[in-house]
């Protein structure tokens, strides 16, 4: 199987997951990857894909690599519990996407007047089947930075 680079989903600085405030992701047990705190509006496919799920309270997307690795993206945490207040979906679950389409818009101000942290984690869910490789960068664009390899 081929390497798959992945790109930043939003613009902004990286941060590592093990200092997310948030024990599931932090520990790894969603899967290898790296999170980040961003300013932007959308939230961009991190590879060529086929998006497999947005949940009805849009705070996530999932996209299955064409090397076969399931990538989550979830924005923020605990923003499950705004059931979609403040996201809008921009594509459809079964849309084959290439990595920088923006899948989710966000309303940055109005979840952030709410409370919310909105760290959003990028992760490698089946990274027990792949080498992951989390690349040390500080600053990233939006569908321009490398900022994850898998390989099989």
């Known amino acids: 199987m081929k390497k798959v680079s992945l790109v930043a989903p939003v613009s902004g600085e ?5 200092k997310v405030p948030d024990k ?5 047990m969603m899967g290898k990857g790296i ?10 496919a991190p590879c060529d894909g ?9 705070h996530a997307f999932g996209i ?3 090397n076969g690795a399931e990538i989550l993206i979830h924005i923020g945490l605990d923003t ?5 207040e403040g ?8 849309s084959h996407v290439k990595a920088g389409k923006p899948i989710i818009k966000v309303d940055h101000e109005a979840i952030l007047a709410k ?27 939006a569908g321009q930075s490398e900022v994850v390899t898998v390989e099989k």
């Open 14 to 18: 990286t941060v590592e997951l093990s």
């Open 24 to 28: 599931v992701f932090a520990s790894g």
């Open 35 to 44: 999170a980040f705190n961003f300013d932007s509006n959308e939230i961009a």
């Open 50 to 58: 086929k998006i497999t799920m947005i949940p009805d309270s849009l």
């Open 64 to 66: 299955t690599a064409d």
């Open 80 to 84: 499950v519990n705004l059931k979609g």
């Open 87 to 94: 996201f809008t979906k921009l594509v459809e679950v079964g």
């Open 115 to 141: 409370g919310y942290n909105l760290v959003t984690m990028l992760l490698v869910t089946n990274s027990d089947d792949y080498t992951v490789e989390i690349k040390k960068v500080d600053k990233v664009e």
